[in-house]
């Protein structure tokens, strides 16, 4: 879709119309299941073949942020992208073959203002920082990282 937004008042000099592209627009009644399907499942298959991958969450307080990303666990219909993606990865895994392995590591991190915080860590405040290795690409340094077996045991850890 393509959204263009019109000035109610006089432009200024060299002033242009904004155009703004989005991938797509859901609505109020949108399924969670079809917004992880539409945003995160090419990018959740493209990790499982070996390709780093990040979802996130941009906008302002009260927007649905935390909702579509975590949802309502304990109801099915409403799990979130992050629920989602878990038992999708090891819906996949059980599928694989015996000589194909796989490592699944979890971090959770928050970005607000521009500090970084380990929202896995005992002491959340904690402000974090972005770093980059040739050996390892960019990272942020101290966020904890878990590995697990399970879609549960990310959820326990979640």
Do not use: W
Request: aromatic fraction near 10%; include cysteine.
């Amino acid at each position: 879709a393509v959204v263009s937004t019109q000035s109610t008042g006089a432009k200024k000099k060299g002033e242009m119309e904004k155009k703004f592209t989005f991938d797509h627009v859901f609505g109020p009644n949108s399924k969670q299941l079809d917004v992880y399907n539409i945003c995160a499942r090419k990018i959740v298959d493209s990790v499982l073949e070996g390709y780093n991958g990040t979802i996130f969450a941009y906008g302002q307080t009260g927007t649905g942020k935390t909702f579509t990303m975590e949802g309502v666990r304990s109801i099915p219909e409403k799990k979130g992208i992050i629920p989602n993606s878990f038992a999708h990865i090891f819906g996949e895994i059980s599928k694989a073959g015996g000589d194909v392995k796989f490592l699944v590591r979890v971090s959770y991190l928050e970005i607000y203002n521009e500090d970084i915080c380990d929202l896995l860590s005992k002491n959340m405040k904690k402000k974090l920082e972005v770093k980059e290795r040739p050996d390892v690409g960019v990272y942020v340094k101290d966020l904890h990282q878990f590995s697990v077996k399970s879609a549960e045991d990310m959820d326990k850890i979640m």
